[in-house]
């Protein structure tokens, strides 16, 4: 599997991985039930601080694995599907805005 990353949601800053020569910035994973995970160090692969992006894109779509969360993001209507939030910003409250993907990867800039 390759590396990917994102752009936040509130800065639209690409999100670097912990491999690229950028320094790296906090993260936080954000669900639209308050819940929160803090990531210093975003090791490339779509998890932070232990949670994946695409599982939870699923759980928050009524769905149970991470297949099913990358077809959602991959594949839905965007106004048809509930996504997470990658924000520098922790006190940002949540809305329905999917994530861009990062064009370099977090790493090939």
């Given amino acids: 599997m390759g590396l990917f990353s994102f752009i936040t949601n509130d800065t ?11 320094p790296n910035f906090t993260v936080y ?16 692969y779509g998890t932070f601080m232990g949670k994946d992006f695409y599982e939870l894109v699923a759980e928050m779509n009524g769905k149970k694995t991470r297949e099913e969360g ?28 999917k994530p861009k993907q990062c064009p370099y990867q977090g790493h090939f800039y």
């Fill in 12 to 22: 639209k800053r690409s999100i670097p991985n912990m491999y690229s020569d950028r």
């Fill in 70 to 97: 990358i077809d959602i993001y991959f594949n839905e209507d965007e106004n048809s599907a509930i996504y997470p939030n990658l924000v520098q910003d922790k006190n940002r409250e949540w809305v329905n805005e």
């Fill in 29 to 44: 994973l954000i669900d639209n039930k308050g819940n929160i995970w803090e990531e210093y160090e975003y090791p490339g």
